[in-house]
């Protein structure tokens, strides 16, 4: 997994509640990802952020938000405006020279009720 | 629309056996390609990255090929082992930058004993 840790694994939540997922590199990376996966689809990019206290919306940021207060950290708050929020998530993280290889951590798998 | 498709979706076959996996992608304009690979419930691992002057690309039991004209890729796997029991996912990039990344739905491959 590359030096990206995510936690927990698992995740269960009610319906209604906010909830935050943590990812962290030790890589050195100035870019950092969270994409989600469910079954039967390509992951698909919710936010990513290029350099500390930046970031931009991916094709699915609606009910999410990130923040990036250190380079090694980028953790992502599924809101209660989510409509499907349970998923796989998964963090990725790039550097180095083109084409920028990305890195990815383990998952949380979030279940919400 | 998915500009990244693969076939099969599934596939089993024989410890020992080769294989195939293909995807064609209508990505433009097109930067690289990557293949990785997903063990269940595991984040995604790369194998290859092949840029657009790149035809083939091996890593051990792994080739990957790119026709960059006919927007075609292939990822053979030789010889294959239980431990390659995986999901198999073609991503083409669209630019240098590492963010804009179009995911394949991705092959599931089963190999029995």
């Known amino acids: 997994d590359g030096g990206i840790t995510q936690s927990p694994k698992y995740l269960f939540r009610k319906e209604g509640q906010n909830v935050t997922l943590s990812c962290e590199q030790n890589l050195n990376h100035d870019a950092m990802y969270w994409y989600r996966q469910d079954p039967g689809q390509g992951l698909r990019l919710i936010y990513y952020s290029q350099i500390v206290n930046d970031f931009q919306k991916g094709d699915i940021a609606e009910g999410y938000s990130v923040s990036r207060e250190k380079k090694e950290s980028f953790p992502l708050t599924v809101t209660s405006a989510q409509k499907n929020p349970t998923a796989f998530y998964l963090c990725?993280?790039?550097?180095?020279?083109?084409?920028?290889?990305?890195?990815f951590g383990p998952g949380t798998r979030l279940t919400v009720t | 629309k998915n500009q990244v498709e693969q076939s099969p979706q599934s596939l089993i076959i024989l410890e020992g056996k080769n294989c195939t996996l293909q995807?064609?992608?209508?990505?433009?304009?097109?930067?690289?390609l990557r293949w990785y690979k997903q063990d269940t419930g595991r984040g995604p691992v790369s194998l290859t990255i092949?840029?657009?002057?790149?035809n083939t690309k091996s890593n051990g039991r792994y080739t990957a090929t790119l026709d960059a004209d006919t927007k075609q890729s292939s990822l053979h796997i030789t010889a294959s082992q239980l431990s390659d029991s995986a999901s198999y996912i073609c991503v083409v990039s669209l630019s240098y930058s590492g963010y804009a990344l179009n995911f394949g739905k991705g092959t599931s491959l089963l190999v029995t004993p």
């Open positions: 995807c064609n992608y209508t990505v433009s304009p097109f930067s690289n």
């Open positions: 990725a993280s790039s550097g180095g020279l083109a084409p920028y290889e990305q890195y």
């Open positions: 092949m840029t657009f002057s790149e």
